[in-house]
């Protein structure tokens, strides 16, 4: 063991870092603030639009469990917008605002916001929406004259079904994050 120990000692020694490209840091920075701003946007456009095209389809007036799913679902929308938000930094313009202390702190705690994004609020919103789902199913399996126990296997096989959809998007979208924040 002493002498995986020693080994270790004299590679680290005998390694030189790699100075740090700024400009080059400084375009990965951008690309990925120019790719969040998209999705920003995206999300900002899809959520009221999601929101006004369940809200018309559905009868939410008639039915109080069509009305609680697309409250559930918009708060879980709208909690993901608020949260992308959140993890908005400025573009980088020069060098010297990557040797101002606060300010690194600062873009390192928005890139762990993202982070957190995908890794906390997602799941959370993975939960609403499978919730917002089953309370709108409630009333249009009961509409079909199923027996409780088909209603119970369909509203698990949705939700096991949902939850495994996310688990996939979620983790593939974790990789694609490590793959962009951490180099």
Not at 123 to 142: A, P, R
Request: glycine share 2%.
């Amino acid at each position: 063991m002493q002498k995986d120990i020693t080994k270790w000692q004299n590679l680290w020694k005998e390694e030189k870092s790699t100075p740090l490209d700024l400009s080059k840091l400084i375009t990965h920075l951008n690309k990925v603030e120019k790719k969040g701003k998209l999705e920003r946007i995206i999300l900002l456009v899809a959520v009221p639009v999601t929101i006004i095209i369940l809200a018309t389809l559905l009868p939410i007036l008639s039915n109080i469990y069509y009305l609680i799913a697309i409250v559930i679902i918009s708060f879980g929308m709208i909690m993901i917008l608020i949260q992308s938000y959140r993890s908005k930094y400025n573009l980088i313009s020069n060098d010297a605002e990557l040797n101002n202390h606060k300010y690194i702190k600062n873009l390192i705690h928005k890139l762990k916001q993202r982070m957190l994004t995908t890794s906390k609020y997602m799941w959370l919103y993975t939960f609403l929406l499978v919730l917002g789902i089953n309370i709108g199913y409630i009333d249009v399996l009961q509409k079909f004259n199923v027996s409780i126990t088909v209603r119970i296997i369909i509203h698990v096989v949705f939700t096991v079904l949902m939850i495994c959809v996310m688990y996939f998007s979620i983790e593939k979208r974790k990789k694609k994050i490590i793959k962009e924040f951490y180099p």
